[in-house]
């Protein structure tokens, strides 16, 4: 099983920017698919960015098309979210997620803590 921790969630303004970061415990790394996925109080966990293991492939939920880049660096074992002009609905505990095989939106194995995203207006 693949550990992940996040970090690099916090406080922002709305149009702000953050950047999520994703390491993960093993070297088996790139033969995962990554995600990121969200949870706003109240509601069910979303998904938000996955992109495939040689980062050949990426894709979005429409909400954050434009505005959030998904990347990796499998030399370094870690998956990042970059989020610009970030808006109050886009406060929610961010998770990170991989998963053997294809980059979908659903079925991930391996999932992190989570790191809080807040967005003030």
């Known amino acids: 099983q693949v550990q992940l921790v996040e970090s690099g969630g916090g406080l922002v303004q709305a149009g702000g920017s953050l950047r999520l970061s994703c390491a993960a415990s093993v070297r088996i790394f790139n033969n995962y698919a990554m995600a990121w996925f969200r949870q706003a109080p109240g509601k069910e966990r979303e998904f938000v960015a996955a992109?495939?293991?040689?980062?050949?492939?990426?894709d979005y939920t429409d909400s954050v098309k434009g505005r959030f880049t998904i990347s990796r660096d499998n030399t370094k074992d870690t998956v990042y979210l970059q989020m610009d002009n970030l808006r109050p609905e886009d406060t929610a505990v961010y998770y990170c997620?991989?998963?053997?095989?294809?980059?979908?939106?659903?079925?991930?194995?391996?999932w992190g803590q989570g790191t809080q995203v807040t967005v003030s207006s």
């Open positions: 992109i495939s293991s040689k980062a050949f492939t990426t």
């Open positions: 997620a991989g998963r053997k095989g294809f980059p979908l939106r659903y079925d991930y194995n391996d």
